[in-house]
C-alpha cells in the first residue's frame, strides 16, 4: 500500500431488502420497497455523481411491473446505460448458502438475470452476499460460472474474522471446487467487522448513523413522511462531526485492507425509501470531506460495487488463494452457533424441495411436449405462466430468511401458500400433458376399481426402483403399459388403520413415463393373473420394551435381510443393534433412537436457542421411557417400524423410525439403500430432537458433509481458542446429505425443534420458533466400504430428491433420453426470454416482447469430483445430437454461460478462460463441470 496516498472510500448506496422475514412481500412492498426504486429513480436523475445498488430482483420486478410509470422506466433504463444504477448478483433472492440446494440457487439466479437480461441487456458480474449465514464453497463456483468478476460474503465466525482483519487477509481468490480449481476461481471480498450497515454510533448525537430517511414503518408509511429515528441534518453546526466520524471509521477500516480503498456500504436493512433525504444530507458531507481531503487524509466518492472492485482489480497485486474449504457454520460469540437454523421450520423446508422437484419434472416435461407437440392442445402461454408462478415460488423462498426458518410465523405461511399455489398449478399442467393429444376425446380414467395411473421418470437415467401409493384397498393387482403383471406389495399403513400402502416396482427409461394400471378389490387376490406377482405382507407386532428393564441386551437377536444387508434388532430393547454388509462381510454395531436437548428460553439463565442459533447448557437426554416395534416382512420391501413412547404405559408414541429394506429384485443399487422416515412432534415447548446413531465406526471426529448438494467437505474437529464448542456443534447439525463412511462414533442429526424465548429483539419481531406441526423426514442410509459407497453416494442423492411422479392419467411411451452414470440432467427446460443469443443484436432490437418458445436450455453436471473414482471421475465425452434423439433433433446448439446471459465463448471474466466449440454437437464434461446449453430444435418453429 501506497502510504502517502490518501486512502479512497467507496460509499455504496444500497438497502438490503429481504424478501420475506418479518414482513410479508406485499406489507414490504407497500411500507417501503416500492418507494426505494421510485426514491432512488428521481435522485440518481438529479445529480450525476450518486449511485445505487439493486440486489434483491423479487423486489425490482415487483416494482417494474407493477409500480413504475413508463417515465421511471426511461429513467431506469438510462442510469442502467450510465451505470449508476448497477444491478448485483441478479438473483431473486440472496439465497442461503447453508441450506439451499444447487439446482434451486441457479434456478433463483437464472430467473433474476433472464429477466434482467431480456429488460436491460445487462448481466450481472458481482456478488453481495451480505447476509447470508455463513459462507459455502460451492456458491462462489456458481458465480463464477455465471461470469461474475469477484464475490463478496460477510457473515463468517467473528473469531476467523478478527484474524483475517488483523493478517489483512479478507481479500482472497477462492478457490471453491477442488475439481474445477483456478479454472472457476473468483476473487472474495469479506466485509470488516462493521458488515453491510453503516456504522451506527454517532458520537454527537441520541439517533443513529448515517440513516437520515430514519427507520421503515410498518404497516403504512407516516401521512406527514416523519420516520422515526431519524439522524440529524447535516447543517453548519453538525458537518464537522459527522466529517470527523465518518473520516475516523474510513481510516479504522483502512488499516484492515491491503489497498487504500475503502468498501463504505452505506445503508443497512430497509433503507433508501425517502432517498431525497439521504442524499440531501450526504452529498454536502462528502463535498466537505474531500475540500477538506488533505487534512483529512481520505477522500470520498458515491460508487457502485462494481467501480470499488474495478479499482482493487487494477492495484494488480498477488492475492491469496484460498481452497474449497468452506465458512460453515458460523458463530457471533463463543459458546453458540447459527446451527439452529439448519432444522428451523423442517415443514416449510420440505414443502420448498418437494416444490423444487416437480419443478425440475414439470419443466422436463413440458420441454419434450413442446417439441413433440408444437401445436398440441396446451396452450403454451397458459402453460408457461403455470411453470414460471412455480419458478418464482421455488426462487422466493431459497431466500436467507426463508427454507431457512428463521421468518416469523405469518411470513412462512405466505411461502407456504406461494409454494402450494404453484404446485397445484403445475400439477394441473402435468395434467393436461398427460392426456394424450392425438386422443382427446378420451376423458374418464378411472373405472370402478380400475385405476390407472402414469409414472414419471425425471431423471436422465434408465432406473428400477420402488413406488409407494397410499390407497383404499387392501388388495390390488398391478400391470404395466403391456398388460403384464408387476412385482407389487401391499400392507397396511403405518399413517392410518383405513389405508394400505402399495409398492410397485417400477422400470422407467430416463425422461420416460410408463402407463400402470391398478386392479383393486375388497377380498385377497386370488383370481386375477396379477396376483401372482401381488404380495400382501403381514406384520408382525413386538412387546412394548421399557428402557428401565435394559438390563440384559443383545441376548435375543432377530435378523432381517436383503441382498445387501443383514440388520439384526434386539428384542430386549426393540433397537438397532447392527448392520452387516454382506459383500464384504463387515459388521457394524449400530443403534438409532431419539435425544433431547433441553433448550433454554430465559435470557437471564445463559445462552438461548432460537430459529438461528443452536446453543446448549447440558448434554442431550434419552427422549423415551419404552420402544414398541413391528416387522412387516416383504417380498418387495421388509419394513421395520419403532415406536419410542416417552413414558411407559402412553397409548401415544412421540417419535418413531420407519425402516425400509428393499430386496433387490434385479437392480443392485435399490438394496444398499435403507430408507428410513422419521415422524417428530408435536414437541414439548423448548425441546430440540435429535436422531442418535451410534455406531462402532471409527472416525478420529472427522466427518463428511456436503455443500449445497454440490460437493462433500471434510470436517475435522478443530478447536478455537476462544470458540470451542461452536467447533463441536458441527456434529449435531442437521446435514442434507452425509457421506455414510463417516458416521461418527455417536452422530446426531437435528431433526426438529420448538422454542420459545424472552429475548426482547425475538419477541418484538416474532421470531420465536413455536412449532407444533409434526414432521416427516426421510434419509437413505448406505454402507460400505469407501471405495464401494463413493460411487453411490452422488446418484443417491439426486435419486432421493427427483422421484418418479405419479400422476392419475393416460399416456403413450416415449423414447427414453439416457445420459452416462456420471452426468446428471440438472435442467430441460423452456425459460420462454426473448433475446437474441447474440449480445450486439440483443443489445439492438426491441427487448421484452412475446416469450420465445423454441429456446430450450440444458444443463449438465458430472457428479463426481477429481480422483473419486477410478471409472466415474472420467471426463465424458457424450454426442448431445444423439443424447437428445429421443427428444428431438437437435439443430443448434449453443454452449452459454451458468444462467443463460453470455455466449461461452465471449465470456471474458477478470481471471481469463477460454471458449469451445460445438459444430459436431460433441461435448467432453470434466468432473464437477456444470454445462449449460442453449438446444433448437428442428420440430419448433425457428
Ligand atoms: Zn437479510
Known amino acids: ?18 424478501v420475506g422475514w418479518v414482513y410479508t412481500i406485499q406489507e414490504s412492498m407497500h411500507a417501503y420497497a416500492a418507494n426505494v426504486y421510485s426514491s432512488v429513480t428521481e435522485e440518481l436523475s438529479k445529480v450525476k455523481e450518486r449511485r445505487f445498488i439493486a440486489v434483491e430482483q423479487e423486489f425490482f420486478r415487483l416494482w417494474w411491473d407493477t409500480v413504475a410509470s413508463d417515465s421511471q422506466k426511461k429513467q431506469v433504463r438510462q442510469l442502467v446505460k ?95 471446487s477442488p475439481s474445477l480449481k483456478a479454472q472457476q476461481e473468483i476473487f472474495t471480498h469479506t466485509m470488516d467487522q462493521f458488515s453491510y450497515c ?52 474510513i481510516k479504522r477500516r483502512a488499516a484492515w485492507f491491503r489497498t487504500n480503498h475503502v468498501l463504505w456500504p452505506w445503508g443497512c436493512d430497509k433503507q433508501f425509501y425517502n432517498s431525497s433525504v439521504q442524499f440531501g444530507n450526504m452529498d454536502p458531507l462528502m463535498k466537505y470531506i474531500n475540500q477538506n481531503s488533505k487534512e483529512f487524509g481520505v477522500t470520498v466518492r458515491y460508487a457502485t460495487l462494481g467501480e470499488y472492485f474495478q479499482s482493487v482489480h487494477q492495484t494488480n497485486l498477488t492475492w491469496d488463494v484460498r481452497g474449497s474449504e468452506d465458512f460453515l457454520p458460523y458463530s457471533t460469540e463463543p459458546y453458540q452457533a447459527w446451527t439452529g437454523f439448519y432444522a428451523s421450520r423442517n415443514v416449510l423446508k420440505g414443502a420448498a424441495r418437494r416444490a423444487s422437484s416437480l419443478l425440475h419434472a414439470a419443466e422436463t416435461l413440458f420441454t419434450r411436449y413442446r417439441i413433440s407437440f408444437p401445436d398440441g392442445p396446451v396452450a403454451k402461454d397458459w402453460a408457461l405462466d403455470k411453470l414460471r408462478a412455480l419458478r418464482w415460488a421455488v426462487s422466493e423462498v431459497q431466500h436467507h430468511d ?47 376399481l380400475e385405476q390407472h395411473v402414469i409414472i414419471y421418470n425425471p431423471l436422465a437415467w434408465n432406473i428400477t426402483t420402488l413406488v409407494n401409493m397410499t390407497v383404499a384397498f387392501p388388495s390390488a393387482a398391478v400391470y404395466d403399459d403391456g398388460g ?24 422407467l427409461g430416463g425422461l420416460q413415463n410408463r402407463k400402470y394400471a391398478i386392479r383393486f378389490s375388497e377380498t385377497a387376490c386370488s383370481e386375477q393373473p396379477g396376483c401372482a406377482r401381488m404380495y400382501a405382507a403381514k406384520g408382525v407386532a413386538f412387546e412394548r420394551r421399557s428402557v428401565k428393564n435394559w438390563g440384559k441386551k443383545g441376548r435375543r437377536l432377530l435378523p432381517v435381510l436383503s441382498e445387501c444387508y443383514k440388520l439384526m434388532f434386539d428384542q430386549d430393547t426393540n433397537l438397532l443393534h447392527s448392520v452387516t454388509y454382506l459383500q464384504e462381510k463387515r459388521r457394524v454395531r449400530v443403534t438409532q433412537d431419539f435425544w433431547e436437548y433441553n433448550a433454554n428460553g430465559d435470557v437471564k439463565a445463559g445462552p438461548i436457542s432460537d430459529n438461528y442459533i443452536f446453543s446448549t447448557n447440558g448434554s442431550a437426554v434419552r427422549a423415551y421411557k419404552a420402544v414398541q416395534m413391528e416387522i412387516i416382512p416383504g417380498k418387495i420391501v421388509t419394513e421395520v417400524r419403532q415406536y419410542f413412547y416417552r413414558w411407559d404405559s402412553d397409548k401415544d408414541y412421540a417419535y418413531s423410525i420407519t425402516t425400509r429394506v428393499p430386496k433387490c429384485f434385479g437392480a443392485a443399487p435399490q438394496c444398499q439403500r435403507l430408507e428410513q422416515t422419521y415422524s417428530l412432534g408435536p414437541l414439548r415447548l423448548n425441546t430440540e430432537v435429535v436422531l442418535r446413531t451410534a455406531s462402532s465406526l471409527k472416525n478420529n471426529q472427522t466427518l463428511y458433509t456436503d455443500d449445497n448438494g ?4 471434510r470436517r475435522t474437529y478443530r478447536k478455537f481458542s476462544n470458540n470451542t464448542l461452536a467447533r463441536i456443534c458441527v456434529s449435531i447439525f442437521i446435514f442434507r446429505r452425509f ?6 462414533s455417536s452422530r446426531r442429526v437435528m431433526l426438529h425443534r420448538r422454542l420459545w424465548n424472552n429475548l426482547a429483539w425475538n419477541l418484538g419481531y416474532n421470531l420465536t420458533l413455536n412449532d407444533s406441526s409434526v414432521v416427516r423426514p426421510t434419509l437413505w442410509m448406505v454402507l460400505g466400504s469407501v471405495s464401494e459407497t463413493s460411487k453411490l453416494h452422488q446418484r443417491a442423492a439426486i435419486e432421493l430428491q427427483h422421484r418418479p411422479v405419479v400422476e392419475p392419467g393416460l399416456s403413450s411411451p416415449v423414447s427414453p433420453v439416457v445420459l452416462p452414470p456420471n452426468l446428471h440432467l440438472l435442467s430441460l427446460s423452456v425459460p420462454g426470454w426473448n433475446y437474441s443469443s447474440a449480445h450486439d443484436v440483443h443489445l439492438s432490437k426491441n427487448l421484452r416482447s412475446e416469450p420465445d418458445f423454441d429456446r430450450v436450455l440444458l444443463r449438465i453436471m458430472h457428479l463426481f469430483e477429481e480422483g473419486e473414482d477410478p471409472e466415474l471421475s472420467k471426463p465424458v465425452t457424450i454426442n448431445l445430437k ?26 471474458q471474466r477478470w481471471t481469463w478462460k477460454t471458449g469451445r466449440d460445438h459444430k459436431d454437437f460433441t461435448v467432453t464434461i470434466s468432473p464437477k463441470e456444470v454445462r449449460t446449453f442453449f438446444v433448437h430444435f428442428s420440430s419448433g418453429s425457428l
Open 882 to 907: 444423439e443424447v437428445l434423439q429421443g427428444v428431438g433433433e437437435v439443430k443448434v446448439l449453443e454452449e452459454r454461460s451458468l444462467t443463460g446471459t453470455w455466449d461461452i465463448a465471449r465470456l
Open 1 to 18: 500500500k501506497a502510504e502517502d496516498q490518501p486512502i479512497q472510500a467507496f460509499v455504496i448506496p444500497h438497502s438490503h431488502m429481504d
Open 82 to 176: 450510465e451505470g449508476r444504477l448497477e444491478f448485483i448478483i441478479g438473483g431473486q433472492v440472496m439465497h442461503d448458502e447453508a441450506v439451499t440446494d444447487l439446482d434451486d440457487q441457479i434456478l433463483q439466479l437464472t430467473e433474476g438475470h433472464g429477466f434482467l437480461y431480456e429488460t436491460f441487456g445487462v448481466r450481472p458480474r458481482f456478488s453481495w452476499h451480505v447476509d447470508p449465514f455463513g459462507a459455502s464453497a460451492a456458491t462462489p463456483v456458481l458465480f463464477a460460472l455465471a461470469g461474475f468478476n469477484a464475490h463478496l460474503i460477510s457473515r463468517v465466525d467473528y473469531d476467523l474474522k478478527d484474524g483475517m482483519q488483523r493478517d489483512k487477509k479478507l481479500q482472497f481468490v477462492w478457490r471453491g
Open 739 to 744: 457421506s455414510s463412511r463417516c458416521v461418527q
Open 198 to 249: 453503516t456504522p451506527s454510533q454517532l458520537p454527537f448525537s441520541n439517533s443513529s448513523g448515517f440513516y437520515w430517511n430514519g427507520v421503515a414503518l410498518f404497516p403504512n408509511p407516516p401521512k406527514d413522511g416523519v420516520y422515526p429515528n431519524m439522524s440529524l441534518p447535516v447543517t453548519k453546526e453538525t458537518i464537522q462531526p459527522y466529517a470527523k466520524t465518518m473520516v475516523e471509521n
Open 710 to 713: 454440490y460437493q462433500m467437505m
Open 484 to 507: 403384464q403383471p408387476v412385482p407389487a406389495q401391499i400392507q397396511r399403513s403405518a399413517r392410518s388403520n383405513a389405508s394400505y400402502d402399495l409398492f410397485v416396482v417400477v422400470e
Open 402 to 448: 426463508g427454507i431457512t426458518g428463521t421468518e416469523s410465523p405469518k411470513v412462512a405461511e405466505m411461502y407456504t401458500q406461494h409454494l402450494m399455489e404453484a404446485m397445484m398449478g403445475v400439477e394441473e399442467l402435468l395434467a393436461a400433458l398427460f392426456l394424450l393429444p392425438h386422443n382427446p376425446a378420451f376423458s374418464s380414467v378411472d373405472e370402478g
